[in-house]
Structure formats: structure tokens, C-alpha cells
């Protein structure tokens, strides 16, 4: 079951105008929220991510935290699955077209859940190759917009290259992943680039660095460039749908030796800690 401005109904039924601004400008936001054992992870974060891109596009969040927390939550009970992810979208709604704001017309509000699968064993194993490619996005990257052709396109490369994400670079530093943030090992200290116009916050992001802080992981926050990417002791990715993945080939070449290394299992384990710590609270 799906939610479609005010009615839950089967996604086979779900129908938006041609003229919504999502299809005609991919004019909107969007969430992703994981859902473990029937509870949403993080859900006041991701609706404060959520307010954060409204306010980036302008457009007025059409309900307030807590009628979105009544709308997850009856989507999670009409959805089987005990661990689900949410999408959660918002378009400028339907008007004539016009590159300019319409007046007086209702956001497009969409939520749907899917059945949330745990990563293949053989990546959590071996860890996963990715690609390098330039950062060709826009400067507000933010802003969690639908507009994501360039994310697709970039992510297309890895998948073409038989990878499975597309580091990214932008004038020499890393920003992030085509679908991911991006984390580093380098004398045994977790790195992550800081979060600015040029990258997504990620939830999951938040999340491991406050693990690392918790539990006294050398870590810092800082640029880093992409000298350092290329000669990094492990490479980690991090998102809602796939938590923690090491990176152990880079454009074909072994990271480190090549397997996930001890801060990916570290930090993995920790993740997994504290996933469980919730679902019981
Ligand atoms: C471009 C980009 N960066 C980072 C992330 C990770 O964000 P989160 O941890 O909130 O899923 C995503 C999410 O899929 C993303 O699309």
C-alpha cells in the first residue's frame, strides 16, 4: 500500500497528473527512511533532512512532524515487511507549465515502502568495487532533490564498469558517493569529508561518526583529496539502504590489500549494535 495525497491505496492504482511538476521539472524533494522491525531509524533526523530541503527549494512542508510521524507509521502497519525503507516525496504539485512557482496550489505528497533486504553476504565478505568520476552536479548537493539525473548517469557508470558506486571528484577533494557518502582510513583514523553544499548529510553518516565518537575511534572531519582517496588504507561507503560497505577495489586497483579491513568491521559490528539497541527500546 502506498500513500498518495490523503488516501493509502495499492501502487497499481496510485495516478499523478502529466502536468505535476515532479514529472515536468523533478520540482521536488525526497526521502528515504529505513525501517527496522516495524520502527522507523532516525525519523526525527530525516524529517528535519526533509524540512531542510523544502526550505533549499522553497516550497512549505505540507504537514507538520508529527502528522508525518502518523503517516510513516500507518504506511509501516499496512506494509508486511518487518524491515522496510520509506520513500517519501514531495513535489510543487500540478500547474500549468511555467519554470516560475504556481500560487495557491497543493504539494504532491507520496510515500511507499518497499521490503528493506539485508546486502548481499559476498559484498559484507569481500566488500565491493567502485569507480571514480568528476562531480558534475549542481552546487546544492544538499538538498535531497528528485531531480537526479546527474546521479543517475553517474551511478549508470559503475554499474557498467561492474561496480557498484561512483566515488566522486570535484577540484582535487572527494564529495561523496553517486548515491552514498564516502568515508576513509588513513593511519588508522577514520576521515570524513565535512558536510557543505557539495554533499548529501547523510543519516547513516551522522550515525558512524557518532559511533566512532562513542566508542573512541581516532577519527576526524576534514577535506580530503583525492591523493589521499587513491593511497587510502580502507575506503568505506555508508547509506540508509546498504549501512556500511568497505571499498576494497578502486578503479580496478586493490584498496589497502585489497579486503575489508579492521575499521569496516569495527564500525559494521558497531552499526549492527546499535540497530539492535533500538529496535528493543
Ligand atoms: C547522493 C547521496 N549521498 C549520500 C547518501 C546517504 O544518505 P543517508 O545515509 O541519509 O541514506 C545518499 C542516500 O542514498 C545519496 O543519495
Not at 528493506?116 to 538538498?143: F, H, K, M, Q
Not at 552514498?180 to 543519516?203: E, Q, R, Y
Request: glycine letters at 6%; a negative charge; one cysteine or more.
Amino acid at each position: 500500500m502506498i500513500y498518495l495525497n490523503g488516501d493509502f491505496m495499492p501502487l497499481e492504482e496510485a495516478r499523478i497528473p502529466v502536468l505535476d511538476r515532479g514529472f515536468i521539472f523533478g520540482d521536488g524533494v525526497y526521502e528515504v527512511i529505513p525501517v527496522y522491525s516495524h520502527k522507523p531509524f532516525r525519523l526525527a533526523e530525516h524529517l528535519l533532512r526533509l524540512q531542510h530541503s523544502l526550505d533549499g527549494i522553497r516550497l512549505q512542508n505540507p504537514h507538520s512532524d508529527d502528522e508525518w510521524s502518523r503517516l510513516v507509521e500507518q504506511i509501516i502497519v499496512r506494509n508486511e515487511s518487518d524491515d522496510q525503507y520509506l520513500y517519501l516525496h514531495v513535489t510543487r504539485g500540478v500547474a500549468k507549465r511555467d519554470h516560475a512557482f504556481p500560487k495557491g496550489v497543493m504539494p504532491t505528497v507520496f510515500i511507499m515502502s518497499n521490503p528493506l533486504l539485508a546486502p548481499p553476504r559476498e559484498w559484507l565478505v569481500n566488500g565491493v568495487a567502485a569507480i571514480t568520476a568528476s562531480d558534475n552536479r549542481w552546487l546544492r548537493c544538499d538538498i535531497k532533490a528528485i531531480s537526479l539525473l546527474p546521479n543517475v548517469l553517474l551511478r549508470q557508470m559503475a554499474v557498467d564498469a561492474g561496480a557498484v558506486e561512483t566515488v566522486l571528484l570535484r577540484e582535487g577533494f572527494m564529495t561523496e558517493g553517486a548515491a552514498s557518502n564516502i568515508f576513509m582510513v588513513k593511519n588508522d583514523t577514520l576521515l570524513a569529508p565535512p558536510k557543505n553544499h557539495l554533499m548529501l548529510p547523510g543519516i547513516t553518516y551522522d550515525v558512524v561518526l557518532e559511533l566512532a565518537a562513542a566508542h573512541n575511534v581516532p577519527h576526524e572531519v576534514r577535506a580530503i583529496s583525492e591523493y589521499e582517496v587513491r593511497t587510502a588504507q580502507e575506503l568505506l561507503l555508508t547509506s540508509s539502504t546498504k549501512e556500511i560497505m568497505a571499498i576494497t577495489h578502486l578503479d580496478g586497483k586493490p584498496v589497502g590489500d585489497g579486503k575489508p579491513g579492521s575499521m569496516f568491521a569495527l564500525l559494521h559490528q558497531l552499526y549492527q549494535n546499535y540497530k539492535t539497541t533500538i529496535m528493543r527500546g
